[in-house]
C-alpha cells in the first residue's frame, strides 16, 4: 500500500486515513460572442487540491519548509479510458507506483500489461476489448502551507495545495 507523502514525509494511517482531492485550476474563461456562443479561452492549466485526515497522532509535517516547492507523492488515482491503444498522461506517475491498464472485455475491467515511456502509457491489443483504461498515482512539485490540526479526541488536520 503506498502512502501519500510530502516532502520525503509518509502520511501514516496513525494520522488518520487521508481524505484526498485533486482538480485542475486557472488560465481559462469562457467568452461569449456577439450571437452568443461560448469560446473557452485557455492559456495555461496547473492541478490543486487537499489533503486532511483524523487519526491518533498529528500527519508529522511541521518540519517542512513549506517556502519552497515540496515533492507531493499523491495516491489519488487517476484514470484515462477511451479506445487505446496509447494514452498520453496528464501527470508525471509516481516513481515508486508504475502505471497500470485494464481493458474492458463484456460487462468486467481486467488488469492487462502496459508499457510506459516518455508520458505515455501504450496497451497491446486485447481480444474482445471494447475499451481501454490507464491507471496511475501522480507526483506533483507544488506549493501549501503548513497543515491546519485541531486536537480533542483526535488530530484532524488539513492543507491545501497548488502545483508550482
Not at 505515455?120 to 496511475?136: D, F, K, M, N, S
Request: net charge negative; glycine share 12%.
Amino acid at each position: 500500500m503506498k502512502l501519500i507523502m510530502l516532502g520525503g514525509v509518509p502520511i501514516v494511517l496513525h494520522a488518520g486515513a487521508p481524505e484526498e482531492s485533486v482538480g485542475p485550476i486557472g488560465g481559462s474563461t469562457v467568452l461569449r460572442m456577439s450571437d452568443g456562443a461560448g469560446v473557452k479561452m485557455q492559456h495555461w492549466q496547473r492541478s490543486a487540491g487537499s489533503i486532511s485526515g483524523s487519526g491518533w497522532m498529528p500527519p508529522g509535517l511541521a518540519g517542512l519548509d513549506y517556502s519552497q516547492p515540496l515533492e507531493l507523492r499523491s495516491t489519488k488515482v487517476i484514470n484515462h479510458v477511451g479506445a487505446g491503444p496509447e494514452f498520453a498522461l496528464q501527470h508525471t506517475p509516481r516513481p515508486d507506483m508504475a502505471p497500470w491498464a485494464q481493458a474492458l472485455i463484456g460487462d468486467r475491467w481486467v488488469r492487462v500489461p502496459c508499457i510506459y515511456a516518455d508520458g505515455v502509457v501504450t496497451i497491446p491489443p486485447v481480444p474482445g476489448a471494447t475499451l481501454y483504461q490507464a491507471c496511475y498515482m501522480p507526483v506533483f512539485s507544488v506549493f501549501a502551507e503548513a497543515p491546519a490540526e485541531t486536537q480533542g479526541t483526535a488530530h484532524g488536520w488539513s492543507l491545501n495545495w497548488e502545483e508550482a
